[in-house]
């Protein structure tokens, strides 16, 4: 029997060996059979269709009668307060994206002015601190690639000026100011949450860089058992700069979320059958019309998730600056994350 008709066969048998009781399965051992890990088991699954399934399940509109009942239970289950809603009427979704991407009261979020950067959205501190050795942690102990999550530099024209030292690592390659520091934060979006995201401070965007990626689950428990699993999953990075040097916020995609908007990038579609995994495509806001790029002013708004996700920021600062936060708190977008 050949090799790829053997691999065929043992993924029945490895649903049955996790599904049946301990030890069950066994016997099978002794003829040379091994199960496949859970992380391969689970990274096999086609989360990518399903997500475009479930999204087109989410445009269906919904009849009057059925849209109360659905969005209560939606709300008790992930506590969805909808005294923050602009509009509380749950008749007036008429499906379930509309309800996910409803938007707030102008009053309920107001944005912290003090403080140079405040979070983009609403959702739970995983991590933060500086980016050391060109890796970055998704959760506590376990980190990623600076590279393979941002993608390679192929020379210093990407960035918005030259590097401040040589490039003997890609995290010198970010630094632009003699002095300064690599930060990262990154904040996981429940389904309750709200999925809008904002401008953490005022900066400007010169270049979109879109990897399809897989659409696996990325609340914390996941981020734990998966390795690099933000370099895996389908995201959207921006990059540009603000007053301090290089500047970025990545929107990290999910099992559902197969939709990432971004309010003033018409070109990009996210979860498209036409991308393959394991590419990128570039887009740069830098024209001759348009040398600068695209303003954002802090708190503006940015962009959209359908479900809830993750963004993870990476930016340079002075060596005095400072995170205003505990790992594993709740924060809501406009409240303060550091400043200098």
Known sequence: MSRPALKLRSWPLTVLYYLLPFGALRPLSRVGWRPVSRVALYK??????LSRAWGRLNQVELPHWLRRPVYSLYIWTFGVNMKEAA???????????????RKLKPQARPVCGVHC?????????????????????????VTYSLESFLGP??????LPFPPAASCNSFRSQLVTRE?????HCVIYLAPGDYHCFHSPTDWTVSHRRHFPGSLMSVNPGMARWIKELFCHNERVVLTGDWKHGFF??????ATNVGSIRIYFDRDLHTNSPRYSKGSYNDFSFVTQANREGIPMRKGEHLGEFNLGSTIVLIFEAPKDFDFKLKAGQKIRFGEALGSL
């Open 87 to 101: 509009v509380e009427d749950l008749h007036h979704y008429r499906n379930l994206s509309e309800f996910f991407r």
């Open 248 to 253: 970025s916020l990545t929107a990290v995609g």
């Open 153 to 158: 530099r192929t020379s210093v024209e990407d």
């Open 117 to 141: 950067v405040i979070s983009p959205s609403d959702g739970k501190i995983l991590n933060f601190g500086q980016v050391k050795n060109s890796e970055v942690e998704q959760v506590k102990g």
């Open 179 to 183: 002095g300064n520091e690599l930060y």
């Open 44 to 49: 096999s699954v086609p989360t990518r269709l």
